[in-house]
């Protein structure tokens, strides 16, 4: 059974930096995708970034886009890295795991989910 675990989120001033992680436990990592994905309150969840495991292949979403960067850390990590945060940035984050290397950016195409990570953005 894949676990996930997200971590790394807190307060931030605009214009900061913040770096999120993810650990994957249990299944096997290779050949599949990690994907992040964020939902504001009183909105729905939003595709943010997606990779290939390995790291090979990432797509973003407009909005993050040159801001985040999506990657691989240690065998069973994988990263968000943001910057040049803006308020509208502030939501829960959440680490999203499936086995396929299809670039879903659809929540529904995503089995394994992690428990999401508050970031707060202050203007």
């Known amino acids: 059974q894949v676990q996930l675990a997200e971590s790394g989120g807190g307060l931030v001033q605009a214009g900061g930096s913040l770096s999120l992680s993810c650990a994957v436990s249990?299944?096997?990592?290779?050949?599949?995708?990690v994907g992040w994905f964020r939902q504001a309150p009183e909105k729905e969840r939003e595709f943010v970034a997606v990779?290939?495991?390995?790291?090979?292949?990432k797509v973003y979403a407009d909005s993050v886009k040159g801001r985040f960067n999506i990657a691989r850390g240690n065998a069973r990590t994988a990263y968000l890295q943001m910057t040049s945060l803006k308020p509208e940035d502030t939501a829960v984050y959440y680490c999203a795991f499936d086995r396929s290397l299809i670039l879903w950016k659809t929540e529904d195409k995503y089995e394994y989910w992690g428990q999401g990570t508050q970031v707060t953005v202050s203007s």
């Open positions: 990779m290939t495991w390995n790291g090979g292949s």
């Open positions: 249990g299944g096997i990592v290779s050949g599949s995708r």
